[in-house]
C-alpha cells in the first residue's frame, strides 16, 4: 500500500492595504486634489511624489528612518 505525501500549507501573509494619499493642487479645473505617492530616491531619501497637469511634482519629506 502507497502512502501519499502531504504538502504542508503555509498561510500566505497578508499585506494591509496602502493609504490612498491626495494633495490639494491651487487653480486647478479637475477640482483640485491629485493623487499622490512617497517614493524613495537614492535608497534613502523620501519624497511626496503627484503629477500636475503635465509636470511631476516632488516634495522632499526627509532621509529614510534607519529601523
Known amino acids: 500500500m502507497k502512502t501519499r505525501k502531504r504538502t504542508i500549507v503555509t498561510p500566505r501573509r497578508a499585506t494591509p492595504p496602502k493609504p490612498e494619499i491626495f494633495v490639494r493642487i491651487a487653480g ?3 477640482g483640485g ?6 517614493r524613495v530616491k537614492a535608497g ?11 509636470r511631476i511634482r516632488n516634495f522632499y ?5 534607519k529601523s
Open 44 to 54: 534613502q531619501y523620501n519624497y511626496l511624489v503627484w503629477r500636475d497637469g503635465d
Open 28 to 30: 486647478s479645473r479637475w
Open 33 to 38: 486634489y491629485a493623487r499622490a505617492s512617497i
Open 61 to 65: 519629506l526627509g532621509k529614510k528612518r
